[in-house]
């Protein structure tokens, strides 16, 4: 289970990788009825299932997790649902990405990326293809999903896939440490006031150990922020980071966690913001905001953790983090995309998403039976992990596009001096703003 939840917090544009390979027989064309048996017309036309139909289906995964982590999260099974199709799965590394597979005619049919990572891997590539029609005809019933978590795949501009496990921001923390200095652990219904302030009492220097109260994979929490700030005005087609609202985004979750003494002094030591190994591997930081799934890295089988529901601003009761699921997508030059449609009902029906949901996956699906499933086969009994994942409700996603890139890259270039103290906020985000229009209007001229 290490690897597998791994895929869901290694990076801002994380999603997971699957290969569809190949089968047998003739490829079926787009739309077109499968083959019918001998023996009533009706009856087989009723009867008929692209499920039975062989397929060569090949999945790109643009995370370039291992073909072992696919195999153990969705290769087996879709395997053992459908043993007519022949699984290809295909890493992203430097050798292989999708401008690449496009640009030497390669068959892709099926996209596995991340809400953060969709952009650059299936729209940027224009391999988007939407399957509302498919949908109806494998009665995919759409209702049964988390509007929140469809919402999420539709910003996109059209049903291009479905969701199959979703992420979110978790508040983590180190009950060691907490222990040690005598303070009360986090709760639930934390505001971002309460959370700096919490880790003000523990943010000091102690025998020589500088100790860190509340840190934050900055970039994940930007991402994925309560408030639904997106980096680009849709609008506009222009950065939107210098504004009051997004002032106060960065003030809060930049800038005010580094007011206590000694941790400025430890951003300029290491020179970078924080990361996974700084809480779970050097283990002097009591707590961290990033994404879910952090917890199945072994490094955590050794300090006693817990985790906490995302703290909230007071403007946004109850709204947590923004959704990040991990979707599949079906490619436009697919020749068999009602085969992959049927590749994606398996993998959001209750059958799979129970499963999954047991082993400690986030499921898609509103279905409270299946909620309440989570976690079980997990041994959680002791933590608080069903409530920092479902005690808030989710934000709403904001739009992304394929430029989103080139603005939090442009922010995150800021984000170290902010941090340290050598330029101010206002001119931070002016001059990240400013530097992001310019790679913009550079990308688009390349288009």
């Excluded at 997971?16 to 009706?42: D, F, H, M, R, Y």
């Excluded at 696919?70 to 292989?96: E, M, S």
């Excluded at 900055?218 to 005005?233: C, E, F, K, R, T």
């Excluded at 947590?320 to 449609?341: E, H, M, R, W």
Aim: net charge neutral; proline share 5%; with cysteine.
């Amino acid at each position: 289970m290490t690897l597998l939840r791994r895929l869901s917090i290694s990076g801002l544009a994380l999603p997971v990788i699957l290969a569809a390979g190949c089968g047998g027989g003739k490829q079926g064309q787009e739309g077109a009825a499968p083959p019918s048996a001998p023996g009533n017309a009706k009856t087989n036309e009723a009867s008929a299932s692209w499920a039975d139909q062989p397929a060569e289906l090949v999945v790109y995964g643009n995370p370039g997790d291992p073909e072992n982590v696919f195999n153990a999260r969705i290769g087996d099974a879709v395997r053992k649902k459908f043993p007519n199709y022949k699984i290809t799965y295909l890493q992203r590394n430097a050798d292989t990405t999708m401008d690449k597979l496009i640009a030497s005619g390669s068959q892709v049919d099926l996209i596995y990326d991340s809400v953060g990572g969709a952009s650059g891997s299936l729209i940027a590539t224009n391999s988007q293809f939407d399957i509302s029609e498919l949908v109806k005809k494998h009665q995919i019933d759409l209702n049964r999903f988390d509007p929140g978590q469809l919402d999420a795949v539709k910003q996109f501009g059209g049903l291009y896939g479905l969701p199959v496990q979703t992420g979110g921001l978790v508040l983590y923390y180190n009950k060691d440490i907490f222990d040690k200095f005598g303070v009360p652990y986090p709760k639930n219904g934390m505001t971002w006031d309460e959370a700096i302030e919490l880790g003000n009492r523990l943010t000091r220097m102690d025998n020589g150990v500088q100790y860190i109260g509340l840190g934050l994979s900055v970039g994940h929490a930007l991402l994925m922020n309560s408030l639904s700030l997106p980096y680009i005005d849709k609008n506009t087609g222009k950065a939107a980071i210098n504004n009051d609202s997004y002032k106060r985004l960065v003030e809060t979750l930049v800038l005010r966690p580094t007011q206590a003494a000694g941790y400025k002094e430890r951003i300029r030591a290491i020179n970078r913001t924080f990361n996974n190994d700084d809480f779970m591997k050097d283990r002097h930081m009591a707590m961290f905001v990033m994404n879910y799934g952090l917890q199945d890295q072994k490094d955590f089988q050794e300090f006693n953790w817990d985790m906490a529901p995302l703290p909230t601003f007071p403007e946004k009761p109850g709204i947590g983090t923004q959704p990040y699921p991990n979707i599949l997508f079906v490619t436009a030059t697919s020749k068999y995309k009602d085969q992959a449609v049927e590749v994606l009902k398996f993998l959001t029906s209750d059958e799979y998403q129970l499963d999954m949901a047991k082993r400690g996956f986030i499921p898609i699906l509103k279905d409270e039976k299946i909620r309440k499933a989570f976690a079980q086969d997990m041994g959680y009994k002791d933590k608080n992990v069903v409530n920092a994942v479902f005690y808030n409700k989710v934000a709403a996603t904001a739009p992304k596009t394929k430029y989103d890139g080139i603005v939090s890259g442009a922010l995150n270039k800021q984000l170290i001096g902010l941090i340290k103290g050598e330029v101010d906020l206002n001119t931070a985000l002016r001059q990240a703003e400013e530097e992001a229009n310019k790679g913009i209007e550079a990308a688009k001229s390349q288009e």
